[in-house]
């Protein structure tokens, strides 16, 4: 069953086409890759599907729902999370504050203030950063930063979660971790759909993956046919 | 760990702040009348000074605005005041000016923030010109005589408005609201994303400090005895609350109060032998604080605590 | 009814004129240099006064004290950008921040400006009568100076959309307004681009200013009222788009004749009424990206 399907998705900006005509599906419980050489288009769907953007033409349903056009707190308070590729956490606001915010802001029914705190101590304590609760954000590391703003999406109790290149810029030792807390993740029964340059965590982890090349899908598949589709290696397949 | 509450970190303060408040409210106990009016109008500047960052403080959100939501409060007062008892007045003026500001809000906060700017920046000329041409149209007078009230009373008024404000700002900042409004300011893309209904808070907030400047403005109507909109609207409300809480500093509660207090005290000692060199001096003030002081007496009095004192206020 | 209507439209295009103007160089500062100089219609009043000066005390014909109001305008805008502007630029955390703190700055400098003024010339409202010949056009009459200030208005925009397009400099400040960084990396002096830019923009305030009094009276607080009429015009010609704002002052100027002939007090209102459905329909203006 899709938790998320999208119809003829459409995205132009000035006389660029960002994304065309991309129909896709998530379903419940999967983990699915997006991936694409740069420019393809790929954070321009996310920003599409999490109300970031508008589509020019296309529809975009959540679990059942159409969310076309909705701002991007109600995505939210749906049950639809996200990440950013330039790490979006609020930098002058100590990290317990900054998860605080999903706990109290982004979950689908209200939660009081107790409740709230809780829950992000709970998410903290997940990603690992208990210890560093009343650091403000911008102090601290890049992996640190992303793993706030997983914690912070988490909050949010979300059943779709878009992580956004959240590989970008960590080295090896942070990647296995990184791909740890996925596995963790969805491990929690929430859906995974991943934009990721990093091959060997996306083929690892991923139930599917979709290519994205100048905006256009181009080639849908597990990862091994991904692997060895002449289209995907023709366009890209960079290690 | 918790640090979003900005208050209570130290016990004495409630009890100082009861001490302030006692003495403020016996003044006229002790000193000269011209001494409780020259106060009022400190109360005034201070409330419209930490009204306008209740909202902007926090969002970044630069309102250029504050003259004119003072002006609706005026002028409520003015059409208003023979009729009704001052504190419905007040009342009918904090709302009235509160409207003005969901008005305004519904309308820019929902697209980037120069327009905002740009927007309430012009928002106090038109006010001035639409209320003008209404008078001389429709009810054919030019100015308005306001009703007389005590100078007691006024000062107790202003008084009890700011207490409301600071309450007000006090419980907002320790709020989740409070914490939305900074994320706001911190991010506004990664806020809506987390949850926060951003135009809602941006508006809500804005209204909420724009009432304040209302019921300010039709308080001090009562003193000035007569308005017109040349009167009513006037920038300097506009400019005066930003020089004080730029030059104050917003990153604590005192720093506007600070930025009011000297300023509103500095207009007073200059404003009748140099009418304008003292504008003159406050524009080249503001442009200093920008430049070389961006947090204010707040920021350099916090730099020179850190230096001084280091390890007990610097973070990890 | 034909006579008033031209009447209505060529008064429209005299104001139209004078717009454009004051909008292009508001433009010109927010386009490229980034400032949203709030103290713009500043300039407008020194300009305004200055040739008031000149041509009450001194006996100055006003057409030539546009090669005066000019350069002076110009030099000031070029040393405040320099040395105000241009520290903010590297004191602002962000391009958001100096846009808040330019503008915060700009608002200083208005009540500097006026109140400089203020001592300067008193609050009095100054006026001067040059070349008020009536002037027959298609059966209705001008005042000749409302049409040298229409003339001079085209030909100075006129003049700088050729300068912008088809000079070496202009090229520079194409490029500098799309993207100052890279502009820097190919070499273009991007500091000074960003004075000259702000320098111009004043030139062309202070040179309204001055067109402005040999038709209207002057004083010293008549340049807020200017400055939110430039920002209409711009918000309706699209933020950043010099085209934009010579065509949208054209358009409010148009609007302003009609509302002035219906109810004269109401056209500052009508302006903002203008202002409002651009904001609510399209923020972006005409010819906004």
């Known amino acids: 069953m899709p938790i998320l399907e999208g119809e003829g998705v459409t995205k132009h900006f000035g006389g660029l086409t960002a994304v065309s005509r991309v129909d896709f599906h998530v379903d419940q419980g999967e983990v699915v890759g997006l991936i694409g050489p740069n420019g393809a288009g790929k954070t321009t769907l996310f920003n599409l599907i999490s109300g970031a953007l508008v589509p020019k033409d296309g529809a975009i349903a959540f679990k059942g729902q159409g969310i076309t056009g909705l701002k991007p707190h109600r995505i939210c308070r749906m049950g639809l999370a996200r990440t950013f590729q330039s790490v979006k956490v609020f930098p002058n606001i100590p990290v317990f504050e900054n998860v605080l915010l999903g706990s109290l802001f982004g979950t689908s029914t209200g939660m009081s203030s107790a409740d709230a705190s809780g829950e992000a101590e709970k998410a903290l304590e997940f990603v690992e950063l208990s210890a560093v609760s009343p650091i403000l954000a911008k102090d601290l590391t890049l992996a640190n930063q992303k793993r706030v703003e997983v914690a912070s999406a988490l909050a949010t109790k979300p059943e779709l979660l878009l992580l956004d290149e959240l590989m970008a810029g960590l080295n090896a030792t942070e990647v296995a971790e990184a791909m740890e807390l996925v596995g963790r993740i969805h491990a929690q029964g929430i859906t995974i759909f991943m934009i990721e340059h990093v091959m060997k965590a996306i083929m690892g982890v991923c139930d599917r993956i979709m290519v994205l090349h100048h905006g256009e899908k181009i080639a849908e598949g597990t990862p091994q046919e991904i692997a060895t589709s002449k289209t995907v290696i023709e366009v890209y397949l960079g290690e | 760990m918790n640090t979003i509450t900005l208050g209570l970190k130290k016990w004495w303060i409630p009890g100082l702040l009861l001490v302030i408040l006692v003495l403020l409210a016996s003044l006229r106990f002790y000193v000269s009348t011209y001494t409780v009016i020259l106060a009022t109008a400190i109360l005034m500047y201070i409330i419209l000074t930490e009204s306008w960052v209740l909202f902007s403080g926090p969002t970044g959100y630069i309102s250029l605005a504050p003259a004119a939501f003072f002006g609706v409060g005026i002028y409520t007062a003015a059409i208003l005041g023979m009729h009704l008892p001052l504190p419905v007045v007040v009342v009918i003026g904090g709302l009235a000016s509160s409207c003005l500001a969901l008005l305004v809000g519904a309308l820019t906060l929902r697209l980037r923030g120069i327009y905002f700017a740009i927007f309430t920046f012009g928002l106090v000329e038109f006010m001035k010109h639409l209320l003008l041409w209404y008078e001389i149209k429709f009810t054919g007078t030019r100015g308005r005589f306001v009703v007389l009230v005590d100078n007691n009373t006024i000062y107790y008024m202003m008084l009890a408005i700011l207490v409301v404000l600071l309450l007000t700002t006090y419980l907002i900042r320790r709020s989740k609201y409070g914490l939305a409004l900074r994320s706001i300011g911190e991010d506004e893309e990664a806020a809506a994303h987390t949850g926060v209904n951003v135009t809602a808070v941006k508006v809500i907030t804005f209204a909420i400090s724009a009432s304040f400047m209302g019921a300010a403005g039709a308080i001090i109507a009562t003193r000035w005895t007569y308005v017109d909109p040349y009167i009513a609207f006037d920038p300097l409300f506009s400019f005066m609350p930003v020089l004080m809480a730029i030059f104050g500093g917003m990153g604590q509660f005192y720093g506007p109060i600070l930025g009011a207090a000297a300023f509103a005290y500095l207009e007073e000692v200059l404003i009748t032998k140099f009418p304008y060199y003292y504008m003159l001096l406050f524009g080249v003030i503001l442009l200093i604080t920008i430049l070389y002081l961006p947090n204010g007496l707040v920021g350099l009095i916090q730099r020179l605590q850190k230096g001084g004192w280091g390890r007990r206020h610097a973070n990890t | ?289």
């Not at chain 3, 000066?53 to 090669?67: K, M, R, S, Y």
């Open chain 3, 1 to 289: 009814m034909i006579v008033t209507l031209l009447d209505i439209i060529i008064a429209g295009l005299l104001l139209g004129g004078l717009y454009a103007l004051i909008a292009m160089g508001l433009s010109l500062q927010y386009g490229v240099a980034r400032v949203l100089n709030i103290s713009h219609g500043e300039f407008i009043m020194l300009g305004g006064l200055t040739t008031w000066t000149l041509h009450t005390v001194f006996g100055i014909n006003p057409l030539v004290c546009l090669a005066i109001c000019g350069p002076l305008a110009f030099a000031l805008g070029y040393v405040i950008h320099r040395t105000l502007f241009r520290r903010l630029l590297t004191s602002s955390a962000s391009p958001g921040a100096f846009e808040s703190n330019s503008m915060l700055a700009s608002f200083g400098l208005l009540f500097i400006i006026q109140n400089l003024a203020s001592i300067a010339w008193g609050p009095e409202i100054r006026g001067y009568s040059y070349l008020a010949v009536p002037v027959n056009l298609a059966g209705a009459l001008f005042g000749a100076n409302r049409l040298v200030t229409l003339g001079f208005a085209i030909a100075i925009g006129l003049a700088f959309y050729l300068f912008v397009a088809r000079t070496r400099l202009g090229k520079a400040i194409r490029a500098a307004a799309q993207d100052p960084t890279t502009a820097g990396l190919m070499g273009v002096n991007i500091n000074n681009v960003l004075a000259l830019c702000f320098g111009f923009g004043a030139a062309m305030a202070g040179i309204a200013g001055m067109l402005i009094s040999m038709c209207y009276p002057v004083n010293v607080t008549m340049g807020l009222e200017y400055t939110i009429i430039a920002i209409i015009v711009v918000v309706l010609g699209g933020l950043g788009s010099i085209p934009g704002s010579f065509i949208g002052g054209f358009i409010l100027g148009l609007i302003g004749s009609i509302v002035s002939f219906v109810d004269p007090g109401l056209s500052l209102a009508a302006y903002y009424l203008i202002f409002i459905l651009l904001l609510v329909v399209r923020p972006t203006g005409i010819m906004g990206k």
